[in-house]
């Protein structure tokens, strides 16, 4: 070959011999170690905060009571009365799933404004004060700080859940979106089990360190801000939202890698291309727009379900029956942790599975294996006296349904909010999906005790109707997104309204035919 060909063609000769070969963890092929911690830092005090905060109040139920008591008590002169005393430790628990609402109200335009990085940053300031107030509440004997934390906390979770998994979709390469996505629940499950872990006795268990275990939401809080800066603001944020070509690639290529960064800007360009002259929709204009009607349906579908699948029913029942099985009281706490640890687990199995199997397999799957649980754990329930072999069922039945939600509705529901939707719809969509989520978190936490009252254990019969439905709605109207890129999976649905349309169109021919 002459040497000026040589020359001309030695960088496509030479290329598959210089890239990098990324970084390769379990099943997935990383580009870089980068995106990895990138992930990890915006997870830490996103998601893991979130569940960390959801079980840490737990432990100190008892002694966080007697404190309420104290404290009235040397205030007017006399105890509480009981109703008094429950209803103000409900407000302290109720409250996060009212500071969850509003957080993901503003979680969205928050991330128009200051962008998906600047968002999450900006959110450890509910954090702080949060943890500060938590845990000089008892030095300063006042249960009203313990509200005001447990609302600027659960704030903090819901901007969190609105933003991390749409910043995770954003930053990840399309082969990898579902495996970052679930990166989301992966560190929320994390962060339950820590949370009881931290619960124990053995840790921050004992009465007289109930303020600092609940002062130690801090520690994620204050990782996320020595890593996060670190890290690039989403490409697509910078290019699509903001127009800055430069600070795009310059992302990509920390992100990506330069071998990988070129095919990303195409697909950005090419998203950008197709919302020229669109601007980020709000909420309410997301009702109004028929193109995505199948979209904001199924966002919907997905998030009540998620609360009103009977995983907290689960949860409830779980003391009882491990009292059933023998466990000891003092026990209980260490196969709650279990439990804590089987979701960790599933969790990660199903990030592992996400790419493999499929989006649409593994949320389908985990719904209808649900259903199948829930008619089980009712006919072992129903026959808790006729053998002392089904307490051990029971609690079989317990961890079966617990992996079934971990390896689908868990893991799956925030990387579809993410793939379903455009860049201009994407913040007004997890702003939708989020509120439904928390109001279902807070009435199910409101009616459920009425619920099992009055049905006892034949609950779980709703729970089978609410799974089993679910999951033949996602085989039905539910396309794979898995390896599709946001242009793609938008046009599959668009496919799927042109058909609406022409058999629409069909039959109003075929009337005005007969008559």
């Known amino acids: 070959m002459p040497k000026d060909y040589l020359t001309e063609y030695e960088p496509l000769l ?16 990383f580009p870089n170690k980068f995106l990895l911690l990138a992930m990890f830092a915006t997870c830490i005090g996103g ?27 040397q205030r007017y002169q006399r105890e509480i009365s009981k109703d008094g005393l429950t209803l103000l430790w409900s407000t302290i628990v109720s409250i996060f799933t009212i500071g969850g609402f509003i957080g993901v109200s503003i979680g969205g335009t928050l991330s128009v404004k200051l962008g998906r990085r600047g968002t999450l940053l900006t959110n450890n300031v509910f954090s702080l ?7 000089l509440s008892s030095s300063a004997g006042s249960f009203e700080m313990l509200i005001i934390g447990r609302l600027l906390i659960g704030i903090n979770a819901g901007i969190a859940l609105c933003v991390e998994p749409m910043f995770l979709g954003e930053i990840a390469p399309t082969s990898l979106r579902g495996a970052m996505g679930t990166g989301s629940s992966i560190f ?40 996060l800066p670190w890290f690039p603001e989403s490409p697509r944020y910078l290019l699509i939202d903001k127009g800055d070509e430069e600070k795009c690639k ?15 800007l ?52 779980a003391d009882y029956l491990f009292r059933q099985a023998g466990i000891t009281d003092d026990n209980i706490p260490y196969a709650t942790v279990g439990t804590g640890a089987c979701e960790c687990l599933t969790a990660l199995t199903c990030g592992m599975l996400v790419e493999s199997l499929g989006r649409k397999v593994l949320i389908s799957g985990g719904y209808l294996l649900m259903s199948i649980c ?43 909010t993410t793939e379903m939707f455009k860049q201009t719809t994407r913040p007004a969509a997890f702003m939708i999906a989020g509120s439904v989520n928390w109001l279902s978190f807070f009435f199910i936490g409101l009616l459920f005790p009425f619920i099992v009252i009055g049905l006892q254990h034949y609950c779980f019969l709703v729970f089978f109707v609410v799974c089993l439905s679910v999951g033949i709605y996602i085989i039905v109207v539910l396309p794979e997104t898995k390896n599709k890129s946001f242009v793609e999976i938008q046009k599959e649905f668009q496919s799927r309204r042109s058909k609406e349309i022409n058999s629409d169109e069909a039959e109003v021919l075929l009337i005005s035919t007969s008559l």
């Open 250 to 264: 310059k992302a990509l290529n920390q992100l990506h890698g330069s071998a990988g960064s070129d095919i990303v």
């Open 188 to 227: 929320l499950t994390g962060g339950i089990l820590s949370g009881q872990v931290m619960g124990l006795k053995e840790v921050l268990g004992k009465e007289q360190y109930w303020p600092l275990l609940l002062s130690t939401t801090c520690i994620p809080t204050l990782l996320q801000l020595q890593l």
């Open 129 to 135: 004060v949060a943890s500060l107030l938590m845990g």
């Open 266 to 317: 195409e697909d950005i360009q090419r998203e950008k291309d197709n919302l020229v002259g669109f601007k980020a929709k709000k909420p309410w204009e997301l009702f109004a727009d028929r193109s995505i009607r199948w979209q904001v349906i199924t966002i919907i579908v997905l998030n009540i379900a998620q609360q009103l699948n009977g995983v907290n029913a689960m949860y409830f029942y």
């Open 374 to 416: 829930c008619i089980l754990f009712t006919m072992t329930l129903a026959l808790q006296d006729f053998s002392p072999v089904f307490p051990y069922l029971s609690v079989a039945c317990v961890f079966a349904f617990v992996l079934s939600f971990g390896l689908g509705p868990g893991g799956v529901t925030n990387i579809l």
């Open 47 to 73: 998601t893991f905060q979130c569940g960390y905060n959801i079980s840490v109040i737990n432990a100190p139920t008892k002694y966080v009571q007697d404190f309420i008591n104290q404290t009235w008590k």
């Open 14 to 29: 030479t290329k598959g011999s210089k890239q990098p070969k990324g970084l390769q963890l379990f099943c997935f092929q």
